[in-house]
């Protein structure tokens, strides 16, 4: 039965409401401190030489294409497919939004759309949701990839072979020197990062890594997620490039850092 | 000429019953919603790891708007759902107040977020201010479920738009009403673009889970109390009118008659949405208080015939069928937390007044009734109180305009003089909201604490 005020009520409400969402985007850095080792950069690298050591052996129809940049709402872009034999066998977003929400949406998003596109084998895949926009830039790039795969394949090896194989030897030879014969596993030390312990464990045979493994990575929360995104992607590296020098995973560059961390006392080991 | 339903044996035991006080839950409920926010605002915030610039500040801007006009929206409709710990113990003219107060609070969050999210999608395209409608109209387009969100966004303005005090004053209440009964359709509607297109809830599966739960626990909670309880109250008693008594002129007592009518858990002080099966009369229910005890064959309401509705109610003839929701109301003889209670009634506020003057438990002298009316012809059902005042040995007094129209004096030393121990009452009101307003003036100026007058009031 207290005298009710509207105006001022609505005065107050609207006051609060506005300053507190003021005051919180306020509070939020400008930069992701989480992502600044990725810093976005990891997929400009170009992942053909990492991965020609798997290519390499098979020779025909193989090496990167590059897709059209597409123009999406939230930035840029670009698929570069790597072929082997006629046949995707890795596929990358070498431009991705970046930036706010972007990247965590592009690290969301993008190796869903990776694996999509190798399991597919064509550039029908899924929307990946709460990514729309990204997704169908996604799907446009990888489509006209593959109608340049599919127009080079018969006469030359396409402009990604010249890419291929030359970088990669040089790191894969230099764990040869081992000279081990028959395979051991050899586990990293623990590398304690920001969001749980991280340790590699790698199978080496005749001096190259046949096999990398997380024996543990960040848990709980928000973790859980990057680490399903982050660990296979970086044993995938771990076996491609053969040794630590891999590219951070965005937006888990700090299980990344740990990752490669830890893998490369393992190559350590392993070597010595 | 009057039918005095005074002396039910049930009345008379609930006179006997001890003074158990129940704090009203109100303040928990408050506060648990507020928990709720800001579990909300931590989504967004662990979500969030950095904004890079203007445009992802209007993005986010959007972003936590919209997260928290998707929670309360939820819990608008959660206030409307009739639920019995809301409609009984905090009460249902208070609910309904928080329900208007959040409803307009929602509405704007919502328009917020709509306006801000394609802001920022244009920036983000490249686009100006100037192209929203345009972004929007893509949005639409492109994104999923985004189609059905506009029309949703669209019902919830039209439902705002008709609930604006001067627009509502000139819409008849069945027109109003049901443009209100689209919110559920618009609900849903807006529902599933928070769930696709949310940033927060394509990051977090648990944040997902949380917003399924919420909203599947408001529509369990209204299926159940809006439709399936009322059905089952209703199948149960068969309530039927039974007969239309003129108290006065134009207030008239509708009696109705039914099976295990006490069955009904119903009390004094308490209303039912009333919806009477005769032509015109169908499609829309109203709130009126029960004007005695509930007895096991009939029950009572009193009513001034102030609107259609209202009016209406004399023609009814014996025999319609009745459908009716409740009981709800919190002014019951809960509230009460002293030994000595003062009741206050302004005209046909008599209502719920004249059922708790029956059935307040007291001893003799604990009870006193002030009436306020224009005339001596205007005080409805006085014969009644007359007996209950004889029979229970309480005091009733009434206020009534002199001859020459002059109002009573009820002034906090007027008070006082009547009943020297005012402070020591617990105090139930009920009246038009200027005559309530008045009286609380007076009461709290002759020291009744605020906690001790209970009032219930469907102004907004």
Redesign the interface.
Known sequence: ???SHPIR?VVL??AA?VSG??L??SL????????EAAGGTAPQQSAAAQESPQGGAAGAASGTVDGDVVQT??GKVQVRLTVSNGKITKSDAVQAPK???S???TA?AVPKLNQEAVAQQSAQID???????TS?GYKKSLQSAIDKMKASAGSSQGSGSSQGSGTAQGSGSSQGSGGASQAKTVTGKLVQTQYGPVQVRITVSNGKITKADAVQAPKGG?SD?KTALAVPKLNQEAVAAGSANIDSVSGASYTSTGYKQSLQSALDQAGG | MTTTLAGGRAARRQTMRRIRPRRSPATALLLAVGAGAVGVLWLWWHNTPSIADNNGKILNAGRITGLLAGYLMALVVLQMARVPALERRVGSDRVARWHAMSGRYTLSLIVAHVFLTMWGYALQAGKSLGDIVQQTIDSINQLPDMGKAAIGAGLFVLIGLTSIAPVRRRLPYDTWYHVHLLTYAAVFLTFWHQITTGNDFAVEPMAKTFWYALYGIVTALVVWYRILTPIRLNLRHRMRVEAVIEETPGIVSVLIGGRKLHRMGAEAGQFFRWRFLAPGMRFSSHPYSLSAAPRPDVLRITVKAIGDHSARLRELTPGTRVWAEGPYGAMTAQRRSRGKVLLVAGGVGITPMRALFETLPGASGDITLLYRANTTQDLALWDELAAIADDRGARLMYAVNSPDGERPDISAERLKQKLPDIDKHDVFMCGPAGFAQTVYEALRGAGVPARRIHHESFEM
């Open positions: 039965m207290r005298k009520r409400a609207t409401t969402v003021v919180m985007l939020k850095p400008a930069s992701d401190p989480n992502a709402q939230y930036g706010g929400t990247d965590q949406k969301l929307t990946v949701s709460g990514a729309t926009y169908t928000t997620q």
